[in-house]
């Protein structure tokens, strides 16, 4: 059975009813019928439609009623009319096209969603208006208006001689950049104004001429405008900021004629360029005069001789050049505020102008100053140039606020950015000079230093009784100082001499009173030249006894380096360790030390001030000098000092050193190759707590990430390592000569009769003998240096080292010495005093067993062999640390063991040689 329709109902009251029929039927496919278009979708057919021209609407307007519906809706000539963005055009002034449209009405809503409205409707008949069309009509008019023109370019041979620059209501430049532009926009895609039957390419070829002519007229306008004004005729400002803005709003007209675009090697030449409407701007800045006329100031004058014929930069000719710049850019930005449009930012272009000229090397005031004065400074040296890259960076980043402040809707960063690219460009050389500087300063110090160390080596040490208690007290001295000399800056800011002129410090004391005398603006570069006489843990100043205070100071050769608040090592009259005479032959410098600080603490401030142009690189160069700098510490000047002090400690001649001490008459001999030693490692510890200092305060701030990954942090661990393994290395040969040398001591010192005294001789038995004396006063001196140069739990274990090997030296010669009963006494004395001497060191092992040797003393004074045979079997005597076997041992170094070997035999293992032996 077909499918049954109801019939249209006839009256009102049969609305709801169709209206629910209608909703379950037909609105599905009525509402398919409103959104297509055959089979197009509306919204694909209205974007198509943006794009026919105007002629052709009218065709397709009737070919369909839907079609004609969509052509018909202002919507579609909204679109288009303010696609033309129709401008006045003076002289041929238009009621309706010089007056906005009126806004579109609210779509009217569906007829299919409300049937019952519809049936209303239906019933009561109503009269309806045609609805106006604003849009359309503004369109069609402002298409019958251009007509003429396009007409008028086609037919003439010239656009010159074309109705756009002849016709009588349009004379002025106004109006003909109005009508050039509504023109434009006409012919546009978007607006799609120009009927099919006119050559589209030809018409743009045209215009574009057109356009190009109309550049040219705004230029000479525009160029008369600012001969005048350069005159000083103030007057003429409001015709060139009429002009600029004329030029400025012609500025889509490239875009939509296909007109070449220049484009400048200069990055916001470039933009500005890109937008259009530069022709006038670009124009004003090539032909100004600034850009034309010669520097008036040579960039010679601003490097300069010092004494002794070093070089140096000078700041004062500089900043009087850059004033003149200040100056310069604050008078031309301010006029070009005035005129140009701001949304063109021409001051930025003016500025990237006067900085540099990348591509087309044209003369620049700042560039080619900057050249001249980088180029004079690395042709004399390439410290005075590395100083004047940082500095002349400093002294032209007030520029920017010159040009913020003559145009505040600039930001000051765009200003800063471009002043900076002046110095990007030069980057790249002045870090690799800066790490080529860097480099060769630090080996050329290392080497000379290793020179000088060589040349020491052939002198003696001079003994110093103070020493193990000052090094401490002088390390805590030296790192307080240390520490505050960081915080001071290495070099001046450029307003006076360079630093390589001041003069250098030393440390006698003299020289204090020279830094007294001196300039004020020199006197920050002494540093560590005014000290206190001593500082306490706190760094406080304090008092110093006059009785522990070393007579002199360490003095080491500097190279010709920029002083210092960390050069040189400053100490007081009254505190040193040895001589000036033998001050390299601590193996290691602390003078060289700081001087190589004082290398890197120079580059890494002067990236400090140009870090802001571009952070990356120069982060990746901080970080090869501080590489190079550890490794030079390193493999330069710890490694060398070490493996020399450790040669020498191992080619001690102990009978060499015996014939000083005489011919010195010196009481106590010191090994001078291990004291050198402890001085060494204290030495290396001052400068290993210099580098973390260093290193923290300075260093880090400048290297990025601090972790593993980090080249300079792997670098200064290695350093660290290297250090630890130098110090195990010497501490046992150093223990192994101290020993040596004890049992040379022993040896050479020990008398005969000190233990077996002649019968009718006096002897003293409450003072030790002269071998145990300087043995004691040995170990003491040396046990103090070690004291103060390592740390608890290093120091035990030197301690019980020293401790064991003394106990088996001195148990050996015991055992090889003839003892008298009444020389047993003097052994008894000797013990004592050794044992007193291992209770200082707080060792209990030590302490234990030098108890049990003192107590074996007993065995050379007593007279009765079964007394004697008692202690040797009695194993409480020397609380279990010796054997019967061994305690025999010591018995065989009596003077008359002989006689009385057979009873203690007898007594010990029971044996009697007249009753179990017999020769058979």
């Known amino acids: 059975m077909e499918r049954w329709t109801p019939l249209r109902p006839s009256s009102a009251s049969l609305g709801e009813a169709y ?61 288009r009319w303010e696609a033309i963005e129709w401008v ?179 990055i916001r ?140 809707h600039i930001p000051l960063k765009d200003a800063l950015s471009i002043i900076q690219m002046l110095w990007i460009t030069r980057l790249e050389d002045y870090l690799s000079l800066e790490k080529t500087w860097s480099k060769d300063m630090l080996q050329s110090l290392c080497k000379k230093w290793q020179r000088n160390l060589e040349a020491a080596l052939n002198e003696q040490h001079e003994s110093n009784k103070h020493l193990a208690s000052q090094l401490a007290a002088e390390q805590r001295s030296f790192m307080s100082k240390f520490k505050k000399a960081l915080l001071t800056p290495a070099v001046d800011i450029p307003k006076s001499a360079s630093v390589s002129s001041l003069p250098r410090l030393s440390t006698d004391q003299t020289s204090h009173t020279s830094y007294e005398n001196m300039s004020e603006d020199r006197q920050g570069y002494i540093g560590l030249g005014q000290v206190p006489s001593a500082l306490d843990e706190d760094g406080n100043e304090g008092d110093v006894p006059p009785n522990n205070s070393p007579k002199n100071s360490n003095v080491s050769s500097k190279l010709a380096l920029p002083p210092s608040p960390l050069s040189p090592y400053m100490t007081h009259p009254q505190s040193a360790s040895l001589n000036e005479k033998n001050s390299m032959s601590s193996m290691l410098s602390l003078d060289t030390a700081i001087e190589l600080v004082n290398i890197v603490r120079l580059s890494l401030q002067r990236f400090q001030k140009v870090r802001v142009i571009d952070a990356k690189p120069v982060e990746m160069a901080a970080i090869e000098i501080v590489v190079e700098f550890f490794s030079s510490i390193n493999h330069q000047h710890f490694q060398p000092g070490f493996e020399k002090a450790l040669a020498q400690i191992r080619s001690h001649d102990f009978v060499k050193h015996d014939q000083e001490i005489r011919e010195s008459q010196h009481a106590v001999g010191h090994i001078g190759s291990l004291l050198l030693f402890f001085e060494l490692v204290q030495t290396g510890d001052t400068i290993q707590e210099m580098m973390q200092v260093f290193f923290d305060r300075v260093a880090a701030p400048m290297l990025g990430k601090i972790d593993f990954s980090n080249a300079a942090v792997r670098e200064k661990r290695r350093l660290e390592n290297d250090l630890d393994q130098h110090v195990a290395q010497g501490m046992s040969a150093g223990v192994q000569l101290l020993v040596q040398h004890i049992e040379h001591i022993i040896l050479t010192h020990q008398e005969p009769r000190d233990f077996y005294p002649e019968p009718n001789s006096t002897v003293n038995i409450a003072q030790p003998t002269k071998a145990c004396e300087v043995c004691v006063a040995t170990l003491q001196t040396y046990c103090d240096l070690l004291a103060s140069s390592a740390d608890k739990a290093l120091l035990e274990v030197l301690y019980q080292e020293i401790g064991f090997r003394l106990y088996a030296v001195l148990c050996k010669h015991l055992k090889r010495q003839i003892i008298s009963q009444y020389g047993g006494f003097q052994v008894i004395c000797d013990l004592n005093t050794y044992y007193a001497f291992i209770i200082t060191l707080r060792q209990p092992a030590l302490t234990s067993i030098f ?48 006689s009385i070997e057979r009873s203690i035999d007898s007594e010990l293992y029971g044996i009697k040689v007249r009753e179990d032996c017999c020769i058979m």
């Open 19 to 79: 209206a629910t029929v209608m909703q379950m039927d037909g609105a599905k496919d009525h509402e398919k019928d409103e959104n297509w278009v055959g089979i197009w979708p509306s919204s694909v057919m209205a974007t198509i439609l943006s794009y026919v021209s105007v002629t052709t609407l009218a065709k397709l307007e009737q070919t369909c009623k839907r079609l004609r519906d969509m052509i018909r809706e202002e919507r579609l000539w909204k679109a």
């Open 851 to 898: 108890g049990a040797l003192k107590r074996v003393g007993s065995l050379y004074i007593v007279d009765q062999p079964k007394e004697l045979a008692k202690m040797v079997r009695d194993a409480t005597l020397t609380g279990g640390t010796m054997r019967s076997e061994e305690m025999y041992e010591f018995l065989r170094s009596r003077s008359d063991f002989k």
């Open 269 to 408: 030449a470039s933009k500005m360029q890109s937008l259009g409407g530069s022709i006038v701007a670009t124009m004003y800045i090539n032909e100004r005069p600034v850009f034309h006329e010669p520097v008036p100031y040579n960039p010679k004058a601003c490097i300069k001789t010092l004494e002794r014929s070093e070089m140096a930069f000078n700041a004062d000719p500089f900043s009087s050049f850059v004033k003149h710049c200040h100056n310069c850019l604050e008078q031309e930005i301010s006029l070009i505020h005035r005129i140009f449009p701001t949304q063109q930012e021409v001051e930025l272009v003016f500025l990237e102008r006067f900085t540099d000229e990348i591509v087309s090397k044209r003369l620049t005031q700042l560039g080619d100053y900057l050249d001249g004065l980088l180029q004079n400074a690395e042709a004399h040296s390439p410290a005075v140039y590395l100083d004047c890259f940082g500095s002349s960076y400093e002294l032209t980043t007030p520029l920017a606020d010159a040009v913020s402040k003559a145009a505040p």
């Open 88 to 266: 006045q055009i003076e002289g041929m002034e238009n009621s309706l096209l010089d007056t906005p449209a009126p806004p579109l009405p609210e779509k009217r809503t569906s007829v299919v969603k409300d049937h019952t409205a519809f049936i209303d409707l239906f019933s009561t008949l109503e009269t309806s208006e045609l609805p106006s069309r604003p849009y359309f009509d503004r369109v069609r008019c402002a298409y019958r208006l251009a007509t003429p023109f396009y007409a008028s370019i086609l037919k003439e041979a010239s656009t010159t001689s074309s109705l756009i620059f002849t016709h009588p209501k349009i004379s002025s430049l106004q109006g003909q950049c109005a009508l050039m532009h509504n023109l434009a926009h006409i012919v546009a895609p978007s607006a799609a104004g120009i009927a099919d039957s006119m050559p589209h390419g030809v018409v743009r070829t045209k215009l574009a001429s057109a356009a190009g002519y109309l550049d040219m007229e705004l230029c000479n306008a525009f160029r008369a405008q600012v001969a005048e004004h350069d005159r000083g005729n103030l007057d003429t400002e409001p015709k060139m900021r009429l002009y600029a803005t004329l030029a400025w709003n012609l500025r889509d007209l490239p875009t939509i004629l296909g007109m070449p675009i220049r484009s400048s090697g200069l």
